[in-house]
């Protein structure tokens, strides 16, 4: 924020790039003499306000109370930008208090802008490579799910990326519909590899449950045992199983598992179950990458 109100109102100013702290920059924009000591207001863009972690309270606190404190008489206001709609929970009720925000729920793109934005990247394709319908069926796919530009982009590129794999003049609506199947699959990948070590271990012993049992879901405490094993090979330490419990949970936002709360029948209480919702050979390989680890956790669970 220092470096863009600096380069807007007064370029010439020095401002140290690194070896200060962060009340040096603050202090650069409004103490005596600082950037906004004349100017009316300030708007600041924070795009992807969450990515800020735990820094988010403070950076809102700073912004909201520098006028009340006196430290400018520019009336400073923030845009926060974030695909979480409860970001905001994150901030103590201090800096609720004071940042006052007035939120703006935009609703997920329906099919028709989605293909808009399709059509307006259409050029990355040479004319009349696209067969008539392939736009339109990207838009439907992705307005279907979560109305999001990016899956939809990534279809119609992943469709591209077939059609030239076959060696096809044309990207035709089943390349498409290949190319949906190929995006779910490559997005809970990532998700997976972008997991915690722990909740990966939690997911491989589901999967390798679902690959050798004759069951589809499984309780918490047959999952537990077998987590046991896979962390005490993977890193030589577990979880509690009340912390293995809350990781399990988290799978199921990003539709990688699905759990239920069930009761036993008489005499054994109600637990939770889980249920793996991609094939476990895929979840395995994604969860652990070395196939050595794999065989000494798979040679331990068999016994």
């Given amino acids: 924020m220092a470096f863009e109100v600096r380069d807007a109102i007064d370029p010439d100013r020095y401002i140290p790039k690194e070896g200060v702290g962060a009340s040096r920059y603050y202090d650069s924009l409004w103490d005596s003499d600082g950037l906004l000591h004349e100017s009316d207001s300030l708007i600041v863009i924070l795009d992807e306000i969450d990515k800020l972690g735990n820094d988010t309270a403070e950076i809102l606190s700073k912004l909201s109370r520098s006028e009340e404190a006196g430290k400018t008489g520019c009336y400073i206001s923030v845009v926060a930008i974030s695909n979480k709609t409860d970001y905001t929970d994150a901030p103590d009720e201090r800096v609720a208090s004071s940042f006052q925000d007035d939120p703006i729920i935009f609703p997920p793109y329906n099919a028709n802008q989605l293909q808009a934005i399709l059509e307006r990247r259409s050029d990355a394709f040479k004319d009349d490579v696209l067969e008539n319908g392939v736009i339109e069926l990207a838009s439907a796919l992705a307005a279907r799910d979560h109305g999001d530009a990016r899956r939809a982009l990534d279809i119609l590129r992943s469709a591209g990326k077939l059609a030239e794999k076959d060696d096809s003049e044309h990207v035709t609506e089943d390349h498409v519909r290949d190319a949906d199947e190929y995006s779910d699959l490559n997005r809970s990948i990532q998700v997976i590899k972008n997991g915690t070590p722990h909740s990966r271990y939690a997911l491989y012993a589901l999967a390798y449950l679902t690959k050798t049992r004759l069951a589809d879901s499984f309780s918490t405490g047959e999952l537990y045992d077998a987590y046991c094993i ?63 680890t794999q065989r000494d956790i798979q040679s331990q669970l068999s016994i």
Avoid: F, N
């Fill in 230 to 292: 896979v962390a005490e090979i993977a890193v030589g330490e577990s979880l509690t199983h009340q912390r293995v419990l809350d990781l399990m949970k988290k799978w199921t936002l990003p539709e990688i598992t699905e759990s239920r709360h069930t009761g036993g029948g008489k005499g054994q209480g109600s637990y939770r179950t889980h249920r793996l919702l991609h094939d476990p050979d895929v979840v395995m390989s994604a969860c652990i990458e070395s196939s050595e």
